[in-house]
């Protein structure tokens, strides 16, 4: 594994064909890697007839490449799929931003997983939890070896913790939760093992009955943060300072830390920047985003993912810290091709540190929101590009491109047709 710079000049100028080329040539992906980002060699029916039920063919998404991207030192090109355009470009653009002031700074606790086991019909609450805590050795020794690769690893079972919910529509009852420590995988599997077979010994010593026994996507346990810094200088453009493109990203995330019709768009633009790394390395986006949002609302009011200040420089500073369980082995991380690839790409040793490159690009895109949303507005930059795409779907090529999406931008008039006109002027 070579290392290799993420500093992608004038990338989307070339042409598919060449931007495949420069990536094989930059990094020391295998041929069959290459073939699956490209899209040659995806997913066939055939593996997918093994995921999942009733299959009848695959769906796909674009898959660009963020670029500029430093995290904790080391520069990684980032596989993203999604259909929203400007995203990407976006990304890539706050990353190479923060580049002059050391990229993000990540980092993230142990990849603790939380299975829930609700215990009902305990006849002596305080009894039980007793019981729950003289048993715990016996009980986490129980399902420390019920996954040897996860305990290979490292992992493995660490605490159990008892709470009681004393209101709820069917009255109180215990929760236990079991932590356990997946190490590389998601560890839904795992966990959800674990937690079925702990719960006749839990019976036995509550007198209760397991009802439910399920992991927790709320994993707290299990949080990735990012930093950066950007230098003030490095916001300003056209007619707006660094200073207020600074003041103005501070009092956009204001609005979302106050507001929750605010706070759920300011972080639908966060997971444009998470969701499409965890497509891309195959994981479960669902769980990614039950676990965010629901991390957001800890306090009981759902607010902003990320916070905005500046610091005593007054350069502006971006945080996002996110539960964020992702694996780099195991489950459709292992079977399909493109994830693997990605992975390959992104030269990911942990899962944790695919969790902190992820939770980068979701600060990288919150920014990148805010900045058009606190100047120009998002319209101005999305038809920019949405001309270029126009453009290409009229049948331009090469310099025609940026040319007739220019025009079709200052004609407010972004349609095929007018494309077509401009194109046959041209010609
Ligand atoms: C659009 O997909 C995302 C934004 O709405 C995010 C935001 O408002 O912060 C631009």
Redesign the pocket.
């Known amino acids: 594994m070579n290392p290799y710079s993420s500093r992608l000049s004038g990338f989307y100028k070339h042409s598919l064909a060449e931007r495949i080329a420069i990536l094989a040539d930059l990094t020391d992906l295998d041929s069959d890697s290459i073939n699956a980002l490209s899209g040659a060699a995806g997913l066939t029916t055939a593996q997918a007839d093994h995921m999942i039920e009733n299959v009848i063919g695959v769906h796909s998404l674009p898959l660009g490449i963020a670029a500029n991207f430093q995290i904790n030192g080391r520069d990684v090109l980032i596989p993203m799929a999604l259909e929203?355009p400007s995203v990407v470009a976006s990304a890539s653009f706050m990353a190479k931003l923060a580049r002059n002031s050391g990229g993000f700074v990540c980092s993230s606790t142990e990849p603790e997983m939380i299975g829930q086991l609700q215990i009902l019909d305990v006849p002596d609450p305080a009894a039980a939890i007793a019981a729950l805590h003289a048993n715990t050795n016996a009980l986490l020794q129980s399902v420390d070896h019920l996954h040897p690769s996860i305990k290979k690893r490292g992992g493995g079972a660490r605490a159990l913790e008892v709470r009681e919910i004393t209101d709820s529509p069917i009255g109180p009852f215990l929760v236990a939760h079991l932590i356990y420590d997946t190490r590389d995988a998601m560890g839904a599997n795992a966990v959800n093992t674990a937690v079925e077979y702990l719960a006749p010994e839990i019976e036995r010593l509550t007198g209760g009955r397991v009802h439910l026994r399920i992991l927790s996507n709320l994993t707290d346990r299990r949080m990735s943060k990012a930093r950066a810094v950007w230098p003030t200088s490095a916001l300003a453009f056209g007619e707006f300072t660094g200073e207020d493109v600074r003041d103005g990203i501070i009092e956009a995330w204001a609005f979302a830390a106050a507001d929750p019709y605010r706070a759920a768009?300011?972080n639908?633009?966060i997971m444009?920047g998470i969701d499409p790394v965890v497509i891309a390395t195959g994981n479960d986006w669902r769980a990614a985003e039950a676990g965010a949002h629901a991390y957001a609302a800890r306090d009981g009011r759902y607010t902003s993912m990320s916070t905005w200040s500046k610091d005593a420089a007054g350069n502006l500073v971006g945080e996002l810290e996110l539960p964020m369980a992702l694996g780099i082995v195991g489950g459709a991380t292992k079977v399909h091709p493109v994830a693997q690839a990605a992975l390959k790409l992104m030269q990911v040793q942990t899962a944790n540190e695919l969790a902190e490159i992820v939770v980068a690009v979701g600060l990288a895109q919150?920014l990148a929101?805010?900045r058009?949303?606190a100047t120009e507005g998002?319209q101005r930059g999305h038809m920019t590009l949405h001309a270029r795409q126009v453009a290409v779907a009229a049948g331009a090529t090469g310099a025609q491109i940026e040319k007739i999406a220019a025009q079709l931008a200052a004609e407010k008039n972004v349609r095929v047709a007018r494309a077509q006109e401009l194109l046959a002027s041209f010609n």
Do not use: F, P, S
């Open positions: 929203e768009t300011h639908k633009g444009n919150n929101a805010l058009a949303l998002i």
